[in-house]
């Protein structure tokens, strides 16, 4: 059932970015099951070391 919802929400997204075409994914690589809440700390230092990657791009988006 996990693997099923997993699929739909990954489905969903892919669709929901070809809609909104953003300036910019950033998409951290962990390998965390869909509610695996003990790797929280893990993919929330992951996404902020990515955006700090990334800040120069995210500051020129946004124009700063």
Known sequence: LLETVSIATDYHLEISFA????????EPTVDIA????????????LGRELAL???KTIREI???
């Open 19 to 26: 809609k909104a075409k953003p300036d910019l994914i950033l």
């Open 34 to 45: 869909l509610l695996d809440f003990s790797k929280i700390d893990l993919a929330i230092e």
């Open 53 to 55: 990657k990334n800040i």
């Open 62 to 64: 946004a124009g700063m």
